[in-house]
């Protein structure tokens, strides 16, 4: 019996995209990926990711996952300037103040989003088995079968085929045309659901030193819908985000920017960003409301064809979970790839999302620029983590533990109803909750601490948690 050879169709060198087609040929397919843009040969923008310029993060769960796929990235993005550090060191004004540093929590890597796309996508062009194929726009999807029981796709643009595999794997992003090519094959596509807060984020670029190597959050509040972070990346740069929502959100202008700083409710990040010096200008986006579609629910759901990263689930991005996700999910195509048909790679695919879209889901439903209210459960659940945060800032070592780990996607939900974290909730019933955390003083004349450096830190045997 002769066996048709497998080959893959990605749609899109997204990161969703690159990882998904690691996985396939780790699961034995030949892989060709289709991206629209000609891509850069440096760590520059490109006009198919608008939020390139904004301030990315990637989780320590995705961090173990991309390692999984492309061993020794993390080497890889160290040798290139990435900065690693522990969350828990991160200057954090939360909701209910400050929060205590932590000299344990889980390390992440932040860079320039078209810095780490471009390391990515050189590990995965150089895997055997994998072709990238530039300025190709896709126009729709033609199923034909090789043979009984065998069907294939033809990847079209325009008229004409571009592409032929047994499977293909949508990762356009939030632009795909997913739904309309269903239609042209008679599959009626589900409708998304879509909450909206109507963030709007603004970024900007700044070089100097600073008496810290980590960075600081004022995140916004139902209170107060205006929020800023500030980050350290590759080469001793930092990027200083601001996001706010509705009539919050912040201007274009670098005037309009530092100016937004100011009236936070706590001047932190304007006085961090005060001691740097601007590296470009403001680069502004608002394309972030959560989308997400069911796909692989219906029972007419096609054979080898499967969605991933935003063209199946869009997150608002200042939860800063998408790239972790995407991650996670080619993660699982490595191994279901090899044993599962489509339609439940797809589920288990859609499953990945559940709890990283109940996270920013609940916590937009509380913005007053949202439609649409939390249900009883989201609640319930808020008023829950909501005492959890204040016992963190506090200083409560079982709710700081358990909240990281869940929002790192490195531990399971019930770790939030966890009998430590019952009990403290309990006894705060009684005893009331400790002041937060003093606000941490930065010495802005003293000399910068030193970093290790990316030598140094590429020797290391891979990502640590404390």
């Not at 659901?193 to 600081?216: E, F, N, Q």
């Not at 990040?269 to 069911?294: F, K, S």
């Amino acid at each position: 019996m002769i066996r048709t050879q497998r080959t893959a169709v990605v749609i899109g060198a997204s990161f969703a995209g690159l990882l998904a087609a690691a996985a396939a040929v780790r699961a034995g397919y030949q892989v060709t990926v289709l991206e629209r843009d000609h891509l850069p040969a440096g760590p520059e923008p490109r006009s198919g990711v608008p939020q390139s310029e904004q301030a990315h993060i990637l989780l320590h769960r995705g961090l173990l996952a991309i390692e999984s796929l492309l061993p020794g990235i993390e080497a890889d993005l160290l040798a290139h300037g990435g900065s690693t550090f522990n969350t828990g060191e991160i200057l954090w004004f939360g909701e209910h103040g400050w929060m205590p540093q932590r000299p344990w929590s889980y390390e992440i890597i932040s860079l320039n989003r078209p810095l780490l796309e471009l390391v990515v996508r050189d590990l995965v062009a150089a895997l055997p088995g994998v072709t990238i194929t530039q300025g190709v726009r896709v126009s729709g999807l033609r199923r034909t079968n090789l043979r009984r029981d065998d069907q294939a796709w033809e990847v079209l643009d325009h008229t004409d085929v571009v592409a032929t595999g047994t499977l293909v794997i949508d990762a356009s992003g939030r632009t795909s045309r997913l739904p309309h090519w269903l239609g042209d094959l008679g599959i009626t596509a589900p409708e998304p659901t879509v909450i909206d807060a109507v963030l709007g984020y603004a970024t900007r670029r700044y070089r100097g030193t600073l008496p810290i190597t980590t960075g600081a959050v004022v995140p916004a509040t139902p209170d107060h819908p205006a929020g800023a972070l500030v980050l350290s990346i590759e080469d001793d740069g930092w990027l200083v985000c601001a996001g706010g929502y509705g009539e919050r959100r912040p201007g274009r202008s670098n005037e309009e920017f530092e100016d937004y700083l100011l009236q936070l409710r706590d001047p932190m990040v304007a006085e961090i960003a005060a001691h740097l010096e601007p590296d470009g200008d403001v680069a502004i986006h608002r394309q972030t409301a959560n989308r997400r579609y069911d796909y692989g629910s219906s029972p007419d759901w096609p054979a080898g064809l499967l969605v991933v990263g935003d063209a199946m689930c869009a997150f608002n991005p200042i939860y800063g979970q998408g790239i972790t996700v995407a991650a996670m999910q080619a993660e699982l195509l490595r191994t279901a790839l090899v044993t599962s048909p489509s339609r439940q790679i797809q589920r288990k695919l859609s499953a990945i999302v559940d709890l990283p879209w109940s996270v920013a889901t609940s916590e937009d439903l509380r913005m007053p620029t949202s439609e649409g209210e939390q249900n009883f459960g989201q609640r319930a659940a808020g008023l829950w983590l909501a005492r959890m945060v204040k016992l963190a800032a506090a200083g409560n070592e079982p709710c700081t533990r358990a909240f990281a780990s869940v929002y790192h996607l490195m531990g399971s939900p019930l770790l939030l109803v966890s009998p430590p974290v019952v009990r403290a909730i309990a006894g705060s019933l009684f005893t009331g909750i400790p002041a937060s955390a003093p606000r941490p003083h930065l010495d802005f004349a003293a000399s910068r601490p030193s970093r290790p450096s990316a030598a140094s830190l590429a020797g290391d045997s891979g990502p640590q948690s404390r």
